[in-house]
């Protein structure tokens, strides 16, 4: 899963220009998906390594 989401981050910029140039709807709503994906991202980890912080505390 980590090949995934490496490749989704450093190719979902590229892609959403390639939209952008393509026209401006299609690029806004790919910036949108992709920063959803993003901090969706970021939430997971950070509750992974809070989890993670608990139980070596207990």
Known sequence: ???LNTTIVFSAPI???LLSV???KQAL???I???VW???GLDEAEYQ???RHDR???
Request: proline share 0%.
């Open 1 to 3: 899963m980590d090949k």
């Open 29 to 31: 709503i790919g910036v």
């Open 56 to 58: 070596r505390q207990a």
């Open 22 to 24: 393509w026209g401006s």
């Open 33 to 35: 998906v992709y920063l």
């Open 15 to 17: 892609i959403i220009y």
């Open 38 to 40: 993003m901090f969706a």
């Open 49 to 51: 390594t809070k989890k």
